[in-house]
């Protein structure tokens, strides 16, 4: 369980145990193509979970947001989208063995999480009340990450 009272670190602690798997996946490709392939799917199921928190219980509080703020959680959703998509074509090439360079991935990552962190759960933290805060952080603890950093 995430034992936080702001939105902000306890998504501080969800970036942190992606970037492990990330890490993971990355150390694991130089390694035999099974490794790789699990490591990535690890990776691969974390980054979705929390997307899956963030589309499913934080941006639909879009509504309490300022339009800046709107249109900054659509930029964040796109930039879901397309990570889903990049990590589809990296899934095919470790299917066929094809190299594999993740750097554009990782930018995209770095970008997406900045906002996230500067921006998004900081403005949620201050705009929300404690009611709907409580609420959040209860939803975001019905899908735990956590637990699977032990299997690292």
């Known amino acids: 369980m995430r034992n936080s009272?702001?939105?902000?670190?306890?998504?501080?602690g969800d970036h942190t145990i992606?970037?492990?798997?990330?890490?993971?996946f990355k150390d694991n490709l130089s390694k035999d193509i099974e490794f790789a392939e699990k490591s990535f799917d690890e990776f691969k199921w974390v980054l979705e979970k929390h997307i899956f928190v963030e589309e499913k219980v934080m941006f639909?509080?879009?509504?309490s947001l300022t339009?800046?703020?709107c249109k900054i959680v659509q930029g964040l959703t796109k930039d879901h989208s397309k990570m889903l998509e990049m990590l589809n074509e990296i899934r095919n090439k470790l299917v066929i063995n094809k190299e594999i360079d993740i750097s554009n991935f990782q930018e995209l990552l770095i970008?997406?999480?900045r906002t996230e962190e500067t921006t998004l759960y900081p403005e949620?933290?201050?705009i929300l009340n404690k009611e709907q805060?409580?609420?959040?952080?209860a939803q975001i603890n019905e899908?735990?990450?956590?637990?699977e950093i032990d299997e690292i």
Request: glycine share 0%; aromatic share 6%.
């Open 143 to 147: 899908i735990p990450l956590e637990k």
């Open 111 to 113: 970008d997406h999480k």
């Open 18 to 24: 992606i970037e492990s798997f990330l890490i993971n």
């Open 60 to 63: 639909r509080f879009c509504d």
């Open 67 to 69: 339009s800046e703020m």
């Open 5 to 12: 009272n702001t939105i902000l670190e306890i998504m501080l």
């Open 124 to 126: 949620l933290d201050q």
């Open 133 to 137: 805060k409580e609420i959040m952080i």
